[in-house]
């Protein structure tokens, strides 16, 4: 059996910068899981990236999901979890079907939006729930902080709902979620409490990592559930290999497009790729927030703050926390802060990347556009990334196999789909009663010291 990968810090080269000391050492998967961030503010990454064989992934084509899922989990976690526990734990996760819908040729549409909260997010939130009671110590009580821009706050709360010894505290921008979004999170109840803030997605961002970074909060066992804990990013490895799988012939390249905000969904096909997956090109196109086109482009990176509210609301991230890891995969740091203490081979981020900002307007044309030629519905994330799909094939001609996100469903957004289709989304089974639920959320200005006070009242580190 190989050893078991450890996690290091992508902030372990800054040298004692910012006021940072930097976490040299690594830890094991389970202590990165209930860490969520590295001491130093940094994002865990594994020490090596396990490889897949190309007949391992061809064997899945007419495999279930969940085998796709204990393909990629096992070659991450074997030496930490026994095969038969982690079968389980995919089993009990993904008990929803996964839809590969064609729109045009061989240019699909993966569909992440029929699990219970109508999200991608569940894909994430499902397993490392199921993970997080695995591995905690029994008798202590983890406190999980969550950052949302829309749709992760929702699924990860219904996802550790009920979870015994574990409590989910919420915080998302109070003015830039959707109707139906902020029902969903102020509604989850019995362990998981929703936070209004004053502000933006980053404001609450970094209410999360100051919080973390708290000595004055360490007797809480604070984690994360964000995208900035990489038991959120390994499970969102598992719908690429699936897809190829399921889609493609052997030894053929595929491009996906993936609507991207905090950068955790794409970094799932980055790591895919890596691992032996032959991804052609990763297209991640942006909202209005267009800081890393804009690198990609240049070469210059400048955070966008405050972050633009653009339709895409869960794409409304103006530092997206994931960038250190892809900056660290292609050879640089950049910090918390946005700063850039390293640059990244852009070169080679080139070759393998494509981003485009799409805007509001080219956002409401692409779903009426769509729905016109295909009858597909799209949400406004969605059409973000099949018009980055567009972008790219317009720009390199045509390709054989194409595969773009669709993360949310479009009923999530109703007054949008109205206005720009003249219909009503039909709602999914998962939130056909949200109108019935009762709930209010925790209000706050959004200073850290109200916040840090809110945590020291609320939460306890045992049960």
């Not at 990968?5 to 040299?24: C, H, Q, W």
């Not at 996964?98 to 040729?105: D, I, K, M, Q, S």
């Not at 109707?179 to 004053?198: C, F, H």
């Given at each position: 059996?190989?050893?078991?990968?450890?996690?290091?810090?992508?902030?372990?080269?800054?040298?004692?910068?910012?006021?940072?000391?930097?976490?040299?050492?690594?830890?094991?998967f389970r202590e990165a899981l209930l860490l969520g961030q590295a001491p130093d503010e940094g994002l865990f990454m594994p020490d090596r990236i396990p490889s897949l064989r190309p007949e391992e992934i061809l064997a899945l084509k007419n495999r279930p999901y969940t085998e796709a899922a204990l393909l990629v989990g096992w070659s991450f976690l074997q030496g930490e979890i026994g095969k038969d526990a982690l079968r389980r734990i995919v089993e009990d996760?993904?008990?929803?079907?996964?839809?590969?819908?064609?729109?045009?040729?061989?240019?699909?549409?993966?569909?992440?939006?029929?699990?219970?909260?109508?999200?991608f997010k569940d894909f994430a939130a499902r397993m490392m729930a199921r993970l997080m009671s695995h591995f905690r110590d029994t008798g202590s009580r983890l406190n999980i902080l969550v950052a949302t821009s829309g749709d992760t706050g929702s699924a990860v709360g219904d996802a550790y709902r009920g979870v015994p010894g574990i409590a989910v505290t919420i915080l998302y921008p109070r003015d830039e979620?959707?109707?139906?979004?902020?029902?969903?999170?102020?509604?989850?109840?019995?362990?998981?409490?929703?936070?209004?803030?004053?502000?933006k997605f980053d404001d609450c961002q970094d209410l999360v990592k100051q919080a973390f970074a708290d000595p004055e909060l360490a007797g809480l066992n604070l984690t994360s559930a964000n995208s900035i804990n990489f038991g959120r990013i390994l499970p969102q490895i598992v719908y690429y290999v699936y897809a190829y799988a399921r889609l493609a012939?052997?030894?053929?390249?595929?491009?996906?497009?993936?609507?991207?905000?905090?950068?955790?969904?794409?970094?799932?096909?980055?790591?895919?790729?890596?691992?032996?997956?032959?991804?052609?090109?990763?297209?991640?196109?942006?909202?209005?927030?267009?800081?890393?086109?804009?690198?990609?482009?240049t070469g210059l990176y400048a955070k966008i703050s405050p972050s633009r509210a653009c339709l895409s609301n869960a794409m409304n991230v103006g530092h997206p926390s994931n960038l250190?890891?892809?900056?660290?995969?292609?050879?640089?740091?950049?910090?918390?802060?946005?700063?850039v203490w390293k640059r990244p081979d852009r070169e080679e981020m080139q070759?393998?990347?494509?981003?485009?900002?799409?805007?509001?307007?080219?956002?409401?044309?692409?779903?009426?556009?769509?729905?016109?030629?295909?009858?597909?519905?799209?949400?406004?994330?969605?059409?973000?990334?099949?018009k980055g799909l567009e972008a790219w094939l317009t720009r390199h001609g045509d390709f054989p196999l194409c595969v773009s996100l669709e993360t949310a469903h479009p009923a999530k957004f109703p007054e949008e789909v109205q206005a720009i289709l003249g219909i009503d989304p039909e709602l999914p089974p998962s939130m056909r009663d949200l109108?019935?639920?009762?709930?209010e959320p925790r209000e706050l200005a959004g200073t850290y010291k109200e916040f840090s006070g809110y945590l020291k009242k609320s939460l306890r580190g045992k049960d």
């Open positions: 059996m190989a050893d078991s990968i450890l996690y290091y810090s992508t902030n372990r080269d800054l040298g004692e910068a910012a006021g940072i000391v930097p976490f040299k050492g690594k830890v094991s996760a993904y008990d929803y079907d996964v839809p590969l819908e064609p729109v045009t040729g061989r240019k699909f549409l993966m569909r992440l939006d029929r699990g219970p909260t109508a999200s979620v959707s109707g139906r979004q902020k029902k969903q999170l102020d509604t989850i109840g019995q362990n998981v409490q929703a936070v209004s803030v004053e502000g012939e052997p030894g053929e390249e595929i491009v996906f497009s993936v609507p991207s905000g905090n950068f955790g969904d794409a970094l799932g096909c980055e790591y895919a790729r890596r691992m032996g997956l032959p991804v052609r090109t990763l297209v991640m196109p942006t909202n209005e927030n267009d800081e890393f086109p804009r690198f990609l482009e250190a890891r892809f900056f660290d995969l292609y050879g640089g740091t950049v910090d918390r802060g946005g700063r070759r393998r990347i494509f981003s485009v900002s799409v805007s509001d307007e080219e956002t409401r044309r692409t779903i009426r556009r769509v729905y016109d030629a295909y009858k597909v519905v799209l949400e406004p994330h969605g059409a973000v990334g099949w109108d019935g639920r009762t709930g």
